[in-house]
């Protein structure tokens, strides 16, 4: 009998609010952290804008001397993961190491430390080699992130990076609920982090034409999934983990549970590097895989958390895939896209959405996509358009689809 596995602890650093409740609070208030870069100049770029995160101290993460040999998103991971523990109840600091040994760490980012190694090559050819790190490699393998969370915890479990583009931390969790339902560890930190807002790499975003460049005046205009006058989504940052755990091992330390994750799927189309295949077949059976494993009948679901990246292509192939995966009851379930608020934080993006659904479920109010100003025929369904809606929620979807024709999809439970 496949164990279960709960959620009991949460942790946010986001573009419009740092902490699992101010980013929640201003989720459900539709605050944009959408703004123009201040990272660096960007106005020799089509793009300006971002979902930057402003006024993080890094510095309570990752010492000064430590902070050039490391990647942005390991003080993004690192603060995530330590709010999600504390959430949880969990002290590292206080747990003997056998215990220790016994919590795993998976990882889910489609960047990793791109920014970092950016850097390392701008140092280099402009004349300051010496400046050059010398945890440039490591710090450039992409595995090495998944690292930095076990070694400042001093988790002794395993310690995975999964990076599959888009959907990297809804597979990440996927695979953490795995680990825990076949009986291989009871407690799994886990979620996604990506940092990906540097010169060259918003550059290589913009040469896909999949960036809008259309409101550089007006950034919290920018993301606008589903709205008939999207032209591009916004790139942004972010960090969300979590603490998994055996639901009896969760229930005998007495903590709050914020939901159950009762199913999980992921397929390719195997059709394009960054093209969605036009049928949205495969999307539609990720979330069908998922729901037929969690025992849940379409009608059962009340909402959906959309990808939404606000690409004119995903958009209406995601509405498609729901249509398929839902049948006639897709014009009943109620959905959102958080990207409409905080931008496209790649490999992260799951994560966020797995999080605005559980605290979406406690609190029974579901956050709004913001932007939809021109309807558009061919994304009709109910996408909760501009404000939150209170609502109860049992059973969810949480969607993801990325780079390469990978989907991914889970399905959680209130409890």
């Not at 959408?34 to 890094?58: K, M, T, Y």
């Not at 140092?123 to 595995?143: A, D, F, N, R, W």
């Not at 990720?286 to 995903?314: D, F, K, P, W």
């Not at 994304?379 to 501009?386: E, G, R, S």
Request: charged residues 25%; aromatic residues 8%.
């Amino acid at each position: 009998m496949p164990r279960r596995v709960v959620v009991t602890g949460m942790g946010a650093v986001s573009p419009n609010g740092t902490g699992r409740e101010n980013f929640w609070k201003a989720t459900l208030e539709g605050r944009s952290g959408i703004r123009r870069i201040s990272r660096f100049d960007p106005c020799d770029h089509a793009v300006q804008v971002a979902g930057e995160i402003l006024n993080f101290d890094e510095r309570r993460y990752v010492t000064p001397k430590d902070r050039p040999h490391v990647s942005r998103a390991v003080p993004l991971a690192l603060a995530a993961v330590d709010e999600a523990l504390v959430d949880a109840g969990i002290e590292p600091k206080s747990m003997p190491r056998e215990d220790l040994r016994r919590v795993g760490v998976i990882v889910g980012s489609g960047g990793g430390s791109q920014e970092f190694t950016e850097e390392q090559y701008r140092l280099y050819y402009t004349g300051h080699k010496k400046q050059c790190s010398v945890y440039t490699i490591p710090t450039g393998t992409i595995g090495t992130l998944a690292s930095e969370v076990s070694m400042h915890f001093g988790f002794r479990g395993m310690s995975h990076i999964v990076s599959t583009g888009c959907t990297s931390s809804t597979d990440a969790i996927g695979y953490s609920y795995r680990n825990i339902q076949t009986g291989v560890i009871d407690t799994m930190v886990t979620g996604g982090v990506d940092a990906p807002i540097a010169p060259l790499i918003l550059r290589g975003f913009i040469l896909m034409r999949i960036l809008t460049s259309s409101w550089n005046h007006e950034p919290h205009r920018a993301s606008r999934p589903f709205s008939r006058d999207r032209d591009g989504f916004v790139l942004g940052e972010g960090a969300w983990f979590f603490v998994l755990e055996e639901r009896e091992h969760a229930l005998a330390r007495g903590v709050h549970i914020y939901g159950e994750i009762v199913g999980y799927a992921s397929t390719c189309e195997a059709f394009h590097r960054v093209r969605l295949e036009e049928c949205g077949e495969e999307p539609a059976r990720t979330i069908n895989m998922a729901m037929e494993e969690a025992g849940v009948s379409r009608e059962a679901v009340q909402y959906i958390n959309y990808h939404g990246t606000s690409t004119e292509l995903n958009d209406r192939i995601e509405t498609r895939a729901i249509k398929l995966a839902f049948d006639g009851h897709a014009y009943k379930v109620a959905g959102s896209s958080v990207k409409s608020l905080i931008g496209h934080p790649q490999g992260a993006c799951g994560a966020a959405g797995v999080s605005v659904t559980l605290l979406a479920m406690r609190d029974g109010i579901a956050p709004a996509t913001l932007n939809i100003e021109e309807p558009d025929p061919e994304c009709d369904l109910d996408y909760i358009a501009n404000q939150a809606r209170r609502m109860d929620v049992e059973y969810a979807v949480a969607n993801c689809i990325a780079f390469g024709s990978k989907n991914s999809a889970l399905i959680l439970r209130k409890l």
